[in-house]
Nanobody, 122 residues
Framework: QVHLVESGGGLVQPGGSLRLSCAASGSILSINDMSWYRQAPGKQRDMVAVITRGGRQNYADSVKGRFAISRDNAKNTVYLQMDSLKPEDTAVYYC????????????????WGQGTQVTVSS
């Protein structure tokens, strides 16, 4: 069984910063892509940023230049540094990871965290 636990959300004023963390635990052999998604009320869940195991990154256009994704492979953890936050960044942020388990090394599965609320408001 795998668990992804996010932390770091909260209330911040426009222009402020937050750093989200997501730690994966369980019978993990390896983790491929790790991603952050977000979902605002009444909207679909959209990809924010993704990072490969080797460190290659990709971002949604709306966050380029403001957000930075990173990971620590030894800790099975992905981070999202969010700077210059705007009210439109308000959403529940979810991490997602493509994980290979010890008992099924031939298969990758996608797992989701429980989500953490980010609210940008004055």
């Amino acid at each position: 069984q795998v668990h992804l636990v996010e932390s770091g959300g909260g209330l911040v004023q426009p222009g402020g910063s937050l750093r989200l963390s997501c730690a994966a635990s369980g019978s993990i052999l390896s983790i491929n892509d790790m991603s952050w998604y977000r979902q605002a009320p009444g909207k679909q869940r959209d990809m924010v940023a993704v990072i490969t195991r080797g460190g290659r990154q990709n971002y949604a256009d709306s966050v380029k230049g403001r957000f930075a994704i990173s990971r620590d492979n030894a800790k099975n953890t992905v981070y999202l540094q969010m700077d210059s936050l705007k009210p439109e960044d308000t959403a529940v942020y979810y991490c997602n990871a493509e994980i290979v388990l010890y008992d099924t090394p031939w298969a990758e599965r996608y797992y989701w965290g429980q989500g953490t609320q980010v609210t940008v408001s004055s």
